[in-house]
């Protein structure tokens, strides 16, 4: 493939992953208005986030099967065309219910075109020291977009109003959508069928999951055993049929346990971050929303440069398992340093230094992530390699999110609970940290 192409095959990929994942955060400084405008309390408000990362987690293993069944391109394009018209429905939506439906739209092409864009940048980049570059732009622009959603989100809120975020999605999904044919390979994909009785069970069960995470009661624990029911038959289901949606022989990869461990870590402790941010930064800080998404710049820029400037190198020098356990322990060290804000806080002393430790972190492990995730796995199943670990992304992000809600809501004291929720987050990134160290120190033993 000639250079310019390659060139602009990278950027139609990069743009496809930046819109998909700052879908999860472009509305995060917005929240507060959106709150206002609906009249929503804190618990209620969470679902504008995380109706998006429900369908997106629940149909990404779909996604995944279908890019490998259909046509990598075909499915790209038909997930990008769906995000940006569910982005035009929320821009309009005159009450809460088509907000969060088109949010939820969403995140079902979300989840078509993010697996199908991580295999053709397979195709397209070959193993070497072009895939390594590739995966460490691919995955620093991946890494910042949500902090990234965070502060446009702010900027736009200040000044256009909460749903110019959306009309912003539907202007940046159409840049993407137009040079697709251009810029990527085709193909007619590699056959086989779409196992319909796993790719039901397995996207009601993961469905149900964050559902039932994200609720509480008789709900979320409803919701929580239907889930077990459903992801216990998708297992039978995938354990015998010869088309599977998941080929549990994955799980059999250590790289691909170990990032799909360090994706969900990653995303529960920079999400429930972000996701407290605006409600600390403008509820007990006083900042406004541009105020808001302008302090989180200095995430954005750490996760950029450390990802693009200091990892690909790092990739050629160092296990991966190792760059991920210490990429999760700069992101729960960055997450747990919170627990110093107070209700007058100093932005430079109280918010700055764990912004910063964060966002290195992450642009730390989200490459090695990224890069372990296809370690070991055949290039025919690299869709739904993908598939797994956005999965663990968007777990992380709606499971994750909620359960630092819950332990906030522990405490009648709002910032003291704010200071429970990063602790929880900052003890499971080092605990997983370790898990992940000790799993690849035996690995290299044996």
């Given at each position: 493939?000639?250079e ?95 907000l ?72 940046v ?72 949606v ?5 799980f ?8 799909s ?36 710049v ?6 950029f ?50 912004l ?15 890069s372990?995730?296809l ?5 025919e199943?690299?869709a ?37 929720a ?25």
């Amino acid at each position: 493939m000639p250079e310019k192409k390659v060139g602009l095959a990278l950027g139609v990929l990069a743009g496809a992953l930046a819109l998909d994942v700052s879908g999860l955060g472009v509305l995060n400084a917005a929240l507060p208005s959106v709150g206002a405008r609906f009249d929503l309390d804190d618990t209620t408000l969470q679902w504008v986030m995380i109706a998006y990362a429900v369908t997106f987690a629940g149909f990404l293993l779909v996604g995944g099967r279908l890019a490998d069944v259909f046509g990598r391109r075909r499915v790209f394009e038909i997930g990008v065309a769906l995000f940006t018209g569910a982005a035009l429905v929320g821009a309009v939506a005159p009450d809460i219910g088509v907000l969060l439906g088109a949010r939820a739209v969403q995140g079902i092409g979300a989840a078509m075109s993010g697996p199908a864009a991580l295999a053709l940048l397979t195709e397209v980049f070959p193993a070497g020291a072009a895939r390594n570059r590739a995966l460490s732009v691919y995955a620093a622009v991946g890494a910042a977009s949500f902090s990234g959603g965070v502060l446009l989100g702010g900027v736009l809120t200040q000044f256009l109003g909460w749903r110019s975020v959306l009309w912003f999605s539907v202007v940046v999904g159409a840049a993407v959508l137009a040079p697709t044919r251009a810029g990527l390979p085709g193909g007619a994909g590699r056959g086989g069928r779409l196992d319909l009785p796993g790719a039901i069970s397995g996207t009601i069960g993961l469905t149900l999951l964050v559902v039932g995470a994200s609720s509480s009661g008789a709900l979320a624990w409803g919701a929580l055993g239907a889930a077990m029911v459903f992801l216990l038959l998708f297992v039978v289901r995938e354990q015998r049929t010869a088309d599977p949606v998941l080929p549990l022989g994955l799980f059999r990869v250590t790289s691909v346990r170990a990032a799909s461990l360090a994706a969900f870590l990653q995303y529960m402790g920079s999400v429930g971050m972000l996701f407290f941010a605006p409600l600390y930064l403008q509820g007990m800080l006083d900042y406004s929303p541009l105020e808001s998404g302008l302090a989180l710049v200095p995430m954005s820029a750490g996760v950029f440069l450390t990802a693009n400037f200091v990892t690909g190198r790092l990739l050629a020098r160092y296990p991966l398992h190792a760059l991920m356990a210490v990429g999760l322990v700069l992101i729960g060290g960055g997450t747990a340093l919170w627990m110093t804000t107070p209700h007058q806080g100093s932005y430079v002393l109280h918010v700055l230094p764990g912004l910063v430790i964060s966002g290195i972190g992450q642009g730390l492990n989200f490459p090695s992530m990224t890069s372990a995730t296809l370690s070991g796995v055949e290039p025919e199943r690299h869709a739904v390699a993908g598939a797994v670990n956005v999965v663990a992304q968007q777990i992380g992000a709606s499971v994750g999110v909620a359960l630092m809600v819950l332990v906030a809501a522990t405490s009648d004291d709002r910032l003291t609970g704010y200071h429970l929720a990063y602790l929880a987050a900052g003890v499971g990134c080092a605990l997983g940290a370790l898990a992940i160290g000790l799993t690849g120190r035996r690995t290299r033993t044996v």
